[in-house]
């Protein structure tokens, strides 16, 4: 079992940057794959980035690559997605996940609650 308890959201002006973390609970933590994912209002939920178990491997939305960037500290059990160039689409909850590396929702078994990040035009 995981729990994820994410961090980090709130309110900045177009350009400007954030980091969002994810405290992780759990002895398996560094087994999993972590990732990220965002839900607008009105919208589905959607990939935002992904990162290995070793963090060695990282994978990206289209949308967010370049200015997003996912990674892990595994001795503090933290999964971190800094955001620089905050775009007003960037405006969504952000939820943590712990699953199987991938882009996709059925991979990951495990959500945080989100936080809320908006980005002011």
């Known amino acids: 079992q995981v729990q994820l308890v994410p961090s980090g959201g709130g309110l900045v002006q177009a350009g400007g940057s954030l980091r969002l973390s994810c405290a992780a609970s759990g002895r398996t933590f560094s087994s999993y794959a972590m990732g990220w994912f965002r839900q607008a209002p009105g919208k589905e939920r959607e990939f935002v980035a992904t990162?290995?178990?070793?963090?060695?491997?990282?994978y990206y939305a289209d949308s967010v690559k370049g200015r997003f960037t996912i990674s892990r500290d595994n001795t503090k059990i933290t999964v971190y997605l800094q955001m620089n160039k905050l775009k007003p689409e960037d405006t969504a909850v952000y939820y943590c996940?712990?699953?199987?590396?991938?882009?996709?929702?059925?991979?990951?078994?495990?959500w945080g609650q989100g936080t809320q990040v908006t980005v002011s035009s």
């Open positions: 990162i290995s178990w070793s963090g060695g491997s990282t």
């Open positions: 996940a712990a699953g199987n590396y991938g882009p996709y929702i059925r991979n990951y078994d495990y």
